[in-house]
């Protein structure tokens, strides 16, 4: 049995959408990241959860390489909660990640638990687990195809024709993620683990595991004399700190660090980092990713915190400074919900960075 011209033409345009989809998961097989994954709690570790010992809400966006078509928008948001007399953190995360070539979508919901464990009087730790479900589809609405077009004037004569497709390219799935955090007063060292069951994240119908995300960060906080901030019965401490920190991720054959350094002078944060894996080449290149520069607020001192954070990523890599690089922005604000004070000074908490 022959095809006709408009068989041939939905099968050829069916073939093209499974390459484009190849091609977007070739390209995505990667988790998003963000630059300010401190201020991204949640998303880094689900041992995090309920680490400052109080309520804690917020939200992040990126839009990474905005000046080219391959660009890439992930947004975060996420709440959080430290029940005292339990010693236990609940929190729930909600992740949308869009790669801007072939519209490709991926949002999880995820909900997560952690306990706190006092090991010495100087020494906690804090196992965690997250339990998500993910779903990943494609954007028919940003694609158009021959048919729609005039072919002697170019124009869109009919709208778009690929709705019938929109329910066969589509993957629903259940993730689970566990994380640990050792932490002292002035230092702290995580561990996460991603995917643990690598799901399979196809959504044309054939095997693909999401590869199983490992993440190692850690640091330290170096306290200076504090300044002052506000005056007379207003007047308490503002903190001065460094904080060297770093992240090494490693997924599938993805590998991945950040190392920098916080500057804080509150309300001030200042902070400098260098993304790549200098000792290790692909296809021999070296791995230098961006550098990345960051400006932020906070008022971490207060009974009731806000940080808003804003960053670059400045591209070194072969890709240029033309791709855009990356802009980020982050917003927490951090509150006491049943306790009407902040944890007391004599309690261990994370020093984390707050960006």
Same mark, same amino acid.
């Given at each position: 049995?022959?095809?006709?011209?408009?068989?041939?033409?939905?099968?050829?345009?069916?073939?093209?959408?499974?390459?484009?989809?190849?091609?977007?998961?070739?390209?995505?097989?990667?988790?998003?990241?963000?630059?300010?994954?401190?201020?991204?709690?949640?998303?880094?570790?689900?041992?995090?959860?309920?680490?400052?010992?109080?309520?804690?809400?917020?939200?992040?966006?990126?839009?990474?390489?905005?000046?080219?078509?391959?660009?890439?928008?992930?947004?975060?948001?996420?709440?959080?909660?430290?029940?005292?007399?339990?010693?236990?953190?609940?929190?729930?995360?909600?992740?949308?990640?869009?790669?801007?070539?072939?519209?490709?979508?991926?949002?999880?919901?995820?909900?997560?638990?952690?306990?706190?464990?006092?090991?010495?009087?100087?020494?906690?730790?804090?196992?965690?687990?997250?339990?998500?479900?993910?779903?990943?589809?494609?954007?028919?609405?940003?694609?158009?195809?021959?048919?729609?077009?005039?072919? =002697?004037?170019?124009?869109?004569? /009919?709208?778009?024709? +690929?709705? $019938? %497709? !929109?329910?066969?390219?589509?993957?629903?799935?259940? *993730?689970?993620?566990?994380?640990?955090?050792?932490?002292?007063?002035?230092?702290?060292?995580?561990?996460?683990?991603?995917?643990?069951?690598?799901?399979?994240?196809?959504?044309?119908?054939?095997?693909?595991?999401?590869?199983?995300?490992?993440?190692?960060?850690?640091?330290?906080?170096?306290?200076?004399?504090?300044?002052?901030?506000?005056?007379?019965?207003? =007047?308490?401490?503002?903190?001065? /700190?460094?904080?060297? +920190?770093? $992240? %090494? !991720?490693?997924?599938?054959?993805?590998?991945?660090? *950040?190392?920098?350094?916080?500057?804080?002078?509150?309300?001030?944060?200042?902070?400098?980092?260098?993304?790549?894996?200098?000792?290790?080449?692909?296809?021999?290149?070296?791995?230098?990713?961006?550098?990345?520069?960051?400006?932020?607020?906070?008022?971490?001192?207060?009974?009731?915190?806000?940080?808003?954070?804003?960053?670059?990523?400045?591209?070194?890599?072969?890709?240029?400074?033309?791709?855009?690089?990356?802009?980020?922005?982050?917003?927490?604000?951090?509150?006491?919900?049943?306790?009407?004070?902040?944890?007391?000074?004599?309690?261990?908490?994370?020093?984390?960075?707050?960006?």
């Amino acid at each position: 049995m022959s095809l006709n011209r408009l068989q041939l033409f939905r099968v050829s345009r069916l073939l093209i959408i499974a390459l484009m989809l190849f091609s977007a998961f070739a390209v995505t097989a990667q988790d998003p990241q963000f630059s300010q994954f401190y201020a991204a709690p949640l998303y880094l570790n689900p041992a995090l959860t309920g680490s400052t010992g109080q309520a804690r809400a917020g939200i992040n966006y990126r839009n990474q390489w905005p000046a080219i078509d391959a660009n890439f928008i992930t947004m975060s948001a996420f709440f959080d909660y430290f029940i005292e007399d339990k010693s236990s953190g609940v929190g729930v995360i909600l992740n949308r990640d869009v790669e801007g070539l072939a519209g490709l979508r991926s949002t999880f919901l995820g909900l997560q638990y952690s306990y706190e464990i006092q090991l010495s009087k100087n020494l906690g730790f804090r196992p965690g687990a997250q339990v998500a479900l993910y779903n990943r589809d494609i954007n028919f609405n940003r694609l158009t195809f021959g048919d729609q077009f005039d072919p =002697a004037t170019g124009e869109i004569i /009919s709208p778009q024709t +690929a709705e $019938q %497709f !929109r329910t066969n390219f589509s993957k629903t799935f259940v *993730d689970l993620s566990i994380g640990g955090v050792f932490f002292t007063r002035v230092a702290y060292l995580g561990i996460a683990a991603f995917h643990l069951n690598t799901p399979n994240q196809s959504i044309i119908d054939e095997r693909s595991p999401l590869p199983v995300k490992l993440s190692v960060h850690g640091g330290f906080k170096y306290y200076m004399r504090p300044g002052v901030k506000g005056s007379g019965i207003y =007047a308490r401490e503002a903190e001065r /700190s460094l904080a060297p +920190a770093f $992240q %090494f !991720r490693h997924q599938g054959q993805f590998d991945q660090m *950040d190392l920098g350094l916080y500057y804080t002078a509150e309300p001030l944060v200042l902070g400098l980092w260098y993304r790549g894996v200098p000792f290790k080449q692909v296809n021999g290149i070296v791995n230098n990713e961006s550098i990345v520069l960051l400006v932020g607020f906070t008022n971490i001192g207060a009974k009731e915190a806000l940080n808003i954070g804003y960053s670059f990523d400045y591209t070194i890599s072969r890709l240029g400074a033309g791709s855009g690089g990356a802009h980020e922005f982050s917003l927490t604000y951090t509150w006491p919900m049943r306790n009407p004070r902040k944890p007391p000074k004599d309690k261990l908490v994370i020093p984390c960075p707050d960006f």
